[in-house]
């Protein structure tokens, strides 16, 4: 047995205390065992206690389905499970990976003897957990990117006539007087600032006026020389990735001074910070940009496949076909690896055209030369 006077935080000794009757053991073995991972986990290198939270509901879960306690578990029951994730409630493949990657993390936990997991429950029920996630039995991380195949940036046709729509929509609803003129003119800049800058939607969501940069190499911009993105998107168990993204495309920039000088004011802000506002002068929330984005999508009749990410993808593949460089668009995207910069540029077949005549001409002169 261990010693608890030197076991380590998550060990079984520290979580059901010796010498105790339970009038539930299997429950209550298990909620001991959340609790030890739990904090292990945290004790560790992960200190995001929501995904902690999210495994701990996938793993009730996984003993809900296969109907038996961690100790008893089968790598055919990992094998059932998966094929109810695919065939019956038909889960994509980095979904059923999450899952069975938290299967797989919880049973190097309790199948560890520095824990002592395994003799507690041969002591108690005469069976050891085991590790029921194998190779043959789990998704492989195969690609770089498994979203919607479907899911592509706008061309720039199309972006110009989702913003002339949007713009539409703010005339009219100024022209009839109607009371969400104000909400109009906001979600219009926010997906001029989207394009503009490539932000995620949760990253513009929760963007602060203090956030804007003067650019002392830019200084016709004002006051909106640079963006920082203070809750960019974070990698697992870490917080929010901050960068600063240069303004590329000064029309934007007016756009978004033309609001907070002349339309945010009419929010009476109070002081309050957040740079989109509702009427209740609370922060604007995602799904509420979504909704008015699908408005003006189908209003505009372009493709129902496009999402508001599409404004990033944009962003992305636009600067790639307007020759900036690689590495600086990964660094202003906040991409850690180049690969990820390049699932999300997708250049149009003008631009393909173009670079394969002058891929030729170079050839043909290369040609030339040598005759």
């Not at 600032?193 to 963007?207: H, S, T």
């Not at 990735?241 to 109070?270: N, Q």
Request: charged content about 25%; glycine content about 8%.
């Amino acid at each position: 047995m261990v010693d608890t006077g030197r076991a380590a935080p998550g060990s079984a000794h520290l979580e059901l205390v010796a010498g105790v009757t339970h009038l539930h053991p299997e429950d209550d073995m298990v909620r001991a065992m959340l609790s030890g991972w739990a904090k292990q986990q945290l004790g560790g290198r992960l200190s995001c206690e929501r995904t902690v939270k999210v495994r701990a509901s996938i793993i009730r879960s996984f003993i809900d389905f296969s109907g038996a306690y961690p100790w008893a578990w089968t790598a055919q029951m990992m094998d059932d499970w998966s094929a109810h994730l695919v065939g019956e409630l038909s889960r994509a493949k980095s979904t059923i990976r999450q899952k069975q990657g938290a299967v797989r993390v919880f049973c190097d936990y309790i199948t560890s003897p520095y824990y002592d997991w395994p003799a507690l429950c041969e002591d108690m029920f005469g069976e050891h957990p085991t590790q029921i996630c194998h190779e043959w039995n789990t998704v492989a991380h195969l690609v770089d990117y498994e979203g919607d195949p479907a899911r592509r940036p706008f061309t720039r046709n199309e972006i110009q006539d989702f913003l002339d729509c949007a713009d539409d929509r703010v005339e009219k609803a100024r022209r009839s007087r109607r009371k969400g003129t104000l909400a109009a003119y906001r979600d219009t800049t926010m997906f001029k600032v989207m394009y503009g800058w490539g932000l995620r939607i949760n990253e513009l969501c929760r963007l602060e006026v203090v956030d804007l940069l003067r650019n002392p190499h830019a200084p016709e911009l004002g006051r909106c020389g640079f963006l920082h993105v203070r809750y960019g998107k974070a990698s697992k168990g870490s917080p929010p990735k901050r960068r600063t993204v240069p303004t590329l495309m000064p029309w934007a920039a007016d756009a978004l001074l033309d609001y907070l000088d002349h339309i945010r004011p009419l929010y009476e802000p109070d002081g309050k910070n957040a740079m989109w506002l509702t009427e209740r002068r609370s922060q604007i929330k995602p799904r509420t940009l979504t909704d008015s984005f699908a408005e003006i999508r189908d209003q505009a009749g372009l493709d129902a496949k496009l999402t508001p990410h599409c404004f990033r993808h944009s962003f992305i593949s636009h600067m790639t076909e307007d020759g900036v460089d690689p590495r600086f668009i990964q660094e202003i995207a906040g991409h850690r690896f180049g690969t990820t910069t390049g699932i999300y540029t997708h250049v149009s077949g003008e631009f393909m055209n173009t670079m394969l005549t002058n891929a030729l001409g170079r050839v043909a002169s290369f040609a030339q030369g040598k005759q």
